[in-house]
């Protein structure tokens, strides 16, 4: 699909009055059940330890992801999400580079996330940013379909693995 949105001029902070417009990009992101309630959007955009990034297009939010960091220097990406009509026009691919920056600069070897086994954008999305998928989570969504989770080396060694922007 064509943008049809111009490729954000902006990655930011999240700030709290960003909290409806980035709820209502999750709703129309995943279908019900999957995308998240109110109250569970604010818990993970509230971890301490996590952080959000948001996309803005002529003062519009388009896009965003949530990040929280794990046990043993691992981040985890909780979800990204970009509008349909500013999809396949880098801007995930601009989320992500951003993400994965903070997350090295904050000692991080690595990152890892679970997505749906039939979500084939996404998983074509972090294969070509270096993703690789090391195991199944039996009915993870939905008590019906399998989650992959993918990781990807934040190391030096790792970081020439995938495009970065
Ligand atoms: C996955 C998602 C974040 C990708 O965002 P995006 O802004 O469209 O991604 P980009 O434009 O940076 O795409 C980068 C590359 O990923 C791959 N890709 C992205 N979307 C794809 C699709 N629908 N089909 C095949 N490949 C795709 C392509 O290789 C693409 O490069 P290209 O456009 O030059 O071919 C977006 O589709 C989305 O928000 N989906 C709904 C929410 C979701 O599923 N989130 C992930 C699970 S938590």
Redesign the pocket.
């Known amino acids: 699909?064509l943008a049809a949105i111009a490729v954000p001029a902006l990655i930011r902070e999240y700030r709290p009055d960003d909290f409806e417009p980035l709820w209502r990009i999750d709703q129309a992101?995943?279908t019900r059940g999957i995308s998240y309630t109110r109250r569970e959007l604010a818990f993970y955009i509230g971890q301490k330890r996590g952080f959000t990034l948001v996309a803005q297009s002529d003062g519009t939010i388009v896009?965003f992801v949530v990040v929280d960091r794990g046990r043993q220097s691992q981040g985890h990406?909780i979800?990204?999400?970009?509008l349909p009509a500013?999809?396949?026009?880098?801007?995930?691919?601009?989320?992500m580079a951003a993400a994965e920056e903070r997350l090295r600069a904050l000692g991080c070897s690595g990152v890892f996330?679970?997505?749906?086994v039939d979500?084939?954008?996404?998983l074509?999305?972090y294969k070509?940013?270096g993703y690789a998928v090391v195991h199944t989570i039996p009915r993870y969504y939905l008590d019906s379909i399998d989650a992959l989770v993918l990781t990807k080396d934040l190391t030096p060694q790792g970081s020439d693995v995938g495009p970065e922007a």
């Not at 979800?79 to 970009?82: A, L, P, R, S, W």
């Not at 500013?86 to 989320?95: H, I, N, V």
């Open positions: 699909m992101c995943f896009g990406v979800t990204i999400d970009v500013a999809r396949r026009s880098g801007l995930g691919s601009r989320l996330l679970e997505t749906a979500n084939a954008a996404a074509a999305f070509r940013r």
